[in-house]
């Protein structure tokens, strides 16, 4: 009987605490719940304001975009023009050059440097065969640019003009023209497609891959000689020269624009 009293009291006692403590952890969900909306607020807050930022961002981006492209083609008008207007210059000025030049030669104006243009007596009964000439006796007198070269022919033939420069005791190739073509014996004159500058001291080379059809004679000049062509760029020996003892004078020079010494 007592036993049956015990367990009827410890049952109604814990009805009573889990009565009294079931209130307390409904207000404890109630305020995580509350607590939990709040953060969703702001996170929801958060987020509205994120993507009015990207909304901002993209349109900025799209505003960036236009004026690029706006940029771009004024650019691209800009350089068009510019590159018709640098075309425009060239040509005038080339136009004007090529007048100019017209002028000195047919005014015989330009100067002048190398052996004089006349017949000569020869040196060999037997021509020379591929060789390169050195013009040792006429360097240039100064800068300036050479517009084309003169010769007395003996006969058809072809040649190449070349500039050097003496490094040392050595001649270094600095420029060459292309395979000139002479049709005719006789006084000739040939003008360069394009000007070449030239540096005070520099060499004339006169290179004939066939029979040397240029005038010569012996004892009046410094013309030597080398076998063989000399590639642009290549180096030469002076003391590898041929034939300085025959005082070799050509009929060849070439035409230009030079300042004045």
Do not use: H
């Amino acid at each position: 009987m007592r036993l049956m009293l015990r367990v009827c009291a410890i049952t109604a006692l814990c009805v009573l605490t889990a009565a009294c403590q079931a209130p307390k952890n409904i207000q404890q969900l109630q305020q995580q719940n509350q607590n939990l909306a709040a953060e969703l607020a702001t996170a929801r807050a958060n987020i509205a304001q994120l993507q009015q930022r990207e909304q901002a961002l993209e349109a900025d981006v799209a505003e960036l975009n236009r004026v690029m492209n706006v940029l771009g083609t004024e650019k691209s008008s800009r350089v068009q023009e510019s590159s018709q207007l640098r075309g425009l210059m060239r040509s005038f000025v080339q136009d004007q050059i090529d007048l100019l030049k017209d002028f000195l030669v047919k005014g015989d104006l330009l100067d002048y440097v190398g052996g004089e243009l006349v017949t000569r007596n020869g040196i060999a009964d037997k021509p020379d065969q591929q060789l390169l000439l050195v013009d040792l006796q006429n360097p240039l007198p100064s800068e300036g640019v050479l517009t084309g070269v003169g010769a007395y022919f003996t006969m058809p033939g072809s040649f190449r003009v070349k500039v050097l420069r003496r490094v040392d005791a050595n001649l270094v190739v600095v420029w060459e023209s292309k395979l000139l073509p002479v049709a005719q014996a006789g006084k000739q004159r040939i003008n360069f497609p394009v000007s070449v500058g030239v540096e005070r001291g520099d060499l004339l080379a006169y290179y004939f891959p066939n029979q040397v059809n240029a005038a010569v004679d012996a004892g009046t000049g410094d013309t030597r000689t080398y076998d063989g062509d000399l590639a642009l760029g290549k180096t030469l020996a002076v003391r590898s020269l041929d034939n300085a003892k025959q005082k070799r004078a050509y009929s060849l020079g070439v035409y230009g624009l030079l300042k004045t010494p």
